[in-house]
């Protein structure tokens, strides 16, 4: 059983290992001896104490432990018609007698019962002390009263490892889930070149260390501050489809500017793809264009290259246009010896112009499989536009 656990725990993404495992089994051991049973609101928390070393996996832990100790029916149309009846609870007054005489089932045996519950109850059922219902003494259900039972739906004064399993409130402390510019600009000061750089200055603690070591002899230490010598550079496709996802984009440029700790930081717009060019505006203006040989120039390869955008288009956009449309009629008018260098010719030109590069997609992994973002897909590592993903790309360029 617990075997399956923790291997349920690791499919989903709980990155827990065999010691923490084995540690988990000897609290269960030592807890079982000492109490004879554990009931499964103290296994939840036994288990997720020895497990979860992250509060960001605690929504994991819920799926898991919820998939390997809670789940209680596989047939969603009576799930959707059982919270239905239980959302409808009626208050029901119960004395001290029925309260005294209220149902109590072993902890092993909870859930084996309800399941037989949900395998025979055909009707709804308030104030009862058998089946799921609400306002009684029964084991299970809502709103009523039960020393030892498992809330289904609904709010109780007594809580069950299995309610709050049900309920996943640890799912806003997903990486995937909460991308803001704080969060943002963490992932990205672990970008980081360091060299010494600057005149000699006196290092206080070394001085010391060195005198010491010296028996008392003085021996005066200067060092240079080490400084970070990464220079980074942020692509972002904008208009069209990638409109919607305009805040996303905006708190990562506003987290990349805020973080002051790279030697220089310059950022660049595209329309869909590069073609021969990108720009220092938003507004993709000419008189804003910089051409991607120009660019190659201004920066050395060692420069770190992060690209937005949702590599979403018109196959021909990416393999036949040489251009905007714009671009394309006024390079046939005036300038007949343009580029005819395809969009992702372009975007192999510019992956191949910097050592490192990622490729940041706002769009969910599994809307991949279009034809224009797998041919981007084969050119730039591409990671999702997220904290987790984020945290990915920097590992990638750093």
């Given at each position: 059983m617990?075997?399956?656990f923790f291997y349920t725990l690791r499919n989903n993404g709980a990155p827990v290992s065999t010691r923490e495992f084995l540690d988990f089994i000897k609290v269960i051991q030592t807890f079982g001896d000492e109490k004879s049973s554990?009931?499964?609101?103290?296994l939840y928390s036994i288990a997720r104490t020895c497990l979860i070393k992250d509060v960001k996996h605690f929504d994991a832990y819920d799926l898991s432990f919820a998939q390997c100790f809670g789940e209680l029916s596989s047939d969603e149309d009576f799930k959707s018609k059982l919270m239905s009846w239980l959302e409808q609870a009626k208050k029901t007054h119960l004395d001290e007698q029925r309260k005294k005489n209220a149902m109590n089932l072993p902890s092993?045996?909870?859930?084996?019962?309800?399941?037989?519950?949900?395998k025979t109850q055909k009707e709804r059922h308030d104030g009862?002390?058998?089946?799921?219902?609400?306002?009684?003494?029964s084991a299970f259900g809502h709103s009523g009263f039960n020393p030892n039972g498992i809330r289904v739906g609904g709010s109780s004064g007594q809580r069950s490892a299995l309610a709050v399993a049900g309920e996943r409130k640890f799912r806003e402390y997903r990486h995937d889930e909460k991308l803001d510019v704080r969060n943002i600009k963490v992932a990205l000061k672990k970008l980081r070149e360091l060299r010494n750089s600057g005149r000699n200055e006196l290092n206080l603690d070394k001085s010391i260390d060195r005198t010491c070591q010296n028996m008392g002899e003085v021996e005066i230490v200067h060092t240079r501050k080490r400084k970070n010598d990464l220079r980074l550079i942020l692509m972002m496709d904008v208009g069209g489809s990638m409109t919607e996802h305009s805040m996303r984009v905006e708190k990562l440029f506003s987290a990349a500017h805020q973080v002051n700790h790279f030697k220089s930081f310059d950022a660049y717009y595209f329309h869909n793809v590069?073609?021969?060019?990108v720009y220092t505006d938003a507004s993709l203006r000419y008189d804003k264009a910089m051409d991607l040989e120009s660019l190659s120039k201004k920066f050395t390869r060692d420069t770190r290259l992060i690209v937005v955008g949702d590599a979403y288009?018109?196959?021909?956009e990416l393999f036949q246009m040489?251009?905007?449309m714009r671009d394309f009629y006024w390079s046939l008018r005036e300038n007949p010896k343009a580029s005819n260098r395809t969009g992702i010719e372009r975007v192999r030109q510019l992956n191949q112009m910097f050592?490192?590069?990622?490729w940041l997609n706002p769009e969910p992994s599994s809307l991949w499989s279009s034809p224009t973002i797998a041919a981007i897909k084969s050119v730039f590592p591409m990671r999702e536009l997220t904290i987790e993903g984020i945290s990915k790309a920097v590992k990638d360029i750093a």
């Open positions: 617990f075997l399956n554990v009931s499964l609101e103290e092993e045996e909870l859930l084996k019962e309800l399941q037989e519950r949900l009862g002390n058998h089946w799921v219902g609400t306002g009684g003494t590069m073609y021969d060019k288009m018109a196959p021909y040489t251009g905007t050592k490192k590069s990622v």
